[in-house]
């Protein structure tokens, strides 16, 4: 009987399926509809659109087309070489008469001392880096600031055969630079913020595990 409730417990646990959170709490939030204010004595609301008027983001709660294309490389290389070569001789050819005594057949006065040193040095070092992101997101104006500029933000969550795939975009945006099809490209935006992340069974392996990750942290050498 034992046996048996043990092996239920496992099937129902291989069965059971945690339902993953495709929403950011952020997403959740919508940003309320602005209430219409007759104080000026005119029908006409800010948010009321027109006939000529462009579908380019300007308020608070409108999208805009953002395409990210990241490339930035560097390279540094760098060598060093040194050498230094020193050499000493001395000698005493005349010895309170010392020269013209048998000590001359023991020593010659005239190489007392006689040493050289030398030291060579060789570095060299090189590093480069390349990176490249090319991705198209829709982020949505959060705030519009004093002078005109916006403020947007915008994730995307894709989730395929458990894959997590993350894009997270924020930064400031000048009006200027939305093209008449509402769409940004990424080098124009200031102060931007760009992260892409992954989890699931094809990140995870990617990463070490936390005794690893302890290990290197205490390692000393």
């Given at each position: 009987?034992?046996k ?35 104080s ?48 000493v001789?001395?000698?005493?050819p005349?010895?309170v ?10 020593m ?9 040193a ?14 490249n ?16 500029n916006?403020?947007?933000e ?10 997590d ?7 400031t ?49």
């Amino acid at each position: 009987m034992k046996k048996l409730l043990v092996l239920f417990a496992l099937v129902m646990a291989a069965c059971a399926h945690q339902p993953q959170q495709s929403k950011f709490p952020a997403l959740q939030q919508q940003l309320e509809k602005p209430r219409p204010n007759y104080s000026s004595g005119s029908i006409w609301q800010v948010s009321s659109g027109g006939l000529v008027e462009d579908f380019k983001a300007r308020v608070r709660g409108d999208i805009i087309t953002v395409i990210i294309t990241e490339e930035s490389s560097a390279s540094k290389q760098a060598s060093t070489g040194t050498s230094r070569t020193t050499a000493v001789a001395a000698g005493m050819p005349n010895l309170v008469g010392l020269e013209t005594t048998a000590i001359k057949k023991y020593m010659d006065l005239n190489k007392l001392a006689n040493a050289d040193a030398s030291s060579k040095y060789d570095g060299s070092g090189s590093t480069t880096r390349k990176d490249n992101l090319n991705a198209t997101i829709t982020a949505r104006v959060v705030d519009v600031l004093a002078n005109g500029n916006l403020l947007i933000e915008g994730r995307r969550n894709v989730i395929v055969n458990h894959e997590d795939q993350v894009i997270v975009l924020e930064g400031t945006v000048r009006p200027r630079d939305i093209s008449a099809e509402n769409v940004v490209n990424s080098a124009q935006i200031a102060d931007a913020r760009i992260t892409y992340s992954g989890k699931g069974m094809v990140s995870d392996p990617q990463s070490q595990g936390w005794l690893m990750k302890a290990v290197n942290y205490v390692w000393p050498f």
